[in-house]
């Protein structure tokens, strides 16, 4: 009989998630799983604890994976590093290809489980022997940007049960067996920085202060003093501590030399984005004539763009300019609805 691994939070998501699989595979079938990933101990336990009580009414087993070391590794030390480097890291893209579907994947094929269910907002579809990434029903949901690195292998191994249904309808179904994480909150922020303050985090986790270095116009002109180039981003204009009597946005960073470039809001506008180190997670070859639209970061609605392709870089060729592309960032190209392919804008 097939084995199914259902990847298990806490959270109302993952816990509809399970009683779906249990439903379409068979309690005998189904086991819960929960990552501890978090430092904070009394996180993981309240989360493991939480995924337990979800299958001890549903009558599964559920396990704890302790994959701490391997999400700081591939997922944190990502991060630090991508900020340093002057980039914008989206850690969740990263976690996902590693840890979600990379470690747990792998231990899911060591334990005997042929797929793995999670609580995703997204829609798989095997035609012809080849797995298909697709949007969720609920647009304001989506996390197909998210998942749009996987490897085929990863993709055809998964399963995403939420992927028709609305948040209200997948909370209602959590509520009405018991599940205390139907009222539980979403998460808003990067899991191993709930409060949101990245650069304290960074601070904290280097051993470090600032690190002032000079803002400049277009020209190079020095315009004043900044706290260190990590600390800002791409189309920042709020807490730059500078007054230039109008509005000024962060255009360009260059962690070398730790230079700010300050512009007017025109100029974090592209029609051409670099994309670099390419993955089609489904083996699409793209037609260079053909108009898809792309997503330049996980909130960024879908735009009209062109895509050529040379080797794992490619060029975005927009319709119209789109606001502050951001070095580390991930931009995913779809076609309708179906991921073609994802990459990192350079």
């Known amino acids: 009989m097939p084995k199914t691994l259902v990847a298990m939070s806490g959270g109302v998501d993952s816990s509809a998630a399970m009683l779906l699989a249990m439903e379409k595979y068979g ?7 929960t990552l501890c990933l978090s ?4 996180a993981d336990e309240k989360n ?3 995924a337990k009580d979800v299958c001890e ?6 396990v704890s994976v302790d994959a701490r070391a391997q999400f700081e590794n591939a997922v944190i030390d990502y991060f630090t590093a991508e900020y340093f480097r002057g980039r914008t890291p989206n850690p969740c893209v990263v976690c996902n290809r590693e840890i979600k579907f990379g470690l747990l994947y792998d231990w899911a094929k060591e334990h005997g489980f042929d797929r793995i269910v999670t609580g995703h907002y997204a829609v798989t579809e095997t035609v012809n022997g080849t797995a298909y990434l ?3 029903a609920d647009a304001r949901k989506d996390q197909s940007y998210v998942l749009a690195m996987l490897t085929q292998e990863q993709l055809a191994a998964a399963d995403f049960p939420l992927g028709g249904m609305t948040k209200p309808e997948v909370r209602e179904l959590a509520s009405s067996h018991g599940f205390a994480s139907a009222s539980r909150s ?9 409060d949101g303050d990245y650069a304290a985090f960074l601070k904290k986790r280097c051993g470090i202060t600032d690190q002032p270095g000079d803002y400049i116009d277009g020209t190079g002109k020095i315009l004043g003093k900044h706290k260190g180039q990590w600390q800002y981003t791409i189309g920042q204009r709020k807490g730059l501590g500078i007054s230039m009597g109008k509005h000024v946005f962060v255009l360009d960073k260059d962690a070398e030399q730790n230079r700010v470039t300050l512009g007017d809001e025109d100029g974090l506008f592209r029609t051409d984005v670099t994309v670099t180190g390419l993955s089609f997670i489904s083996g699409h070859t793209p037609d260079p004539d053909r108009i898809y639209t792309a997503k330049l970061r996980y909130a960024h609605r879908p735009a009209p763009a062109k ?5 794992d870089t490619a060029v975005l060729t927009f319709d119209e300019p789109q606001r502050a592309p951001t070095p580390g960032q991930f931009a995913v190209v779809y076609d309708g609805d179906t991921v073609v392919c994802a990459g990192v804008i350079a």
């Open 27 to 33: 309690r005998d079938a189904v086991c819960g799983v």
């Open 39 to 42: 430092a904070d101990h009394e």
């Open 48 to 50: 493991c604890a939480d």
């Open 57 to 62: 009414r549903l009558g599964v087993p559920h």
């Open 134 to 136: 697709r949007r969720a």
């Open 186 to 194: 979403d998460s808003q922020d990067i899991c191993f920085i709930p």
């Open 307 to 311: 895509l050529t392709v040379t080797g």
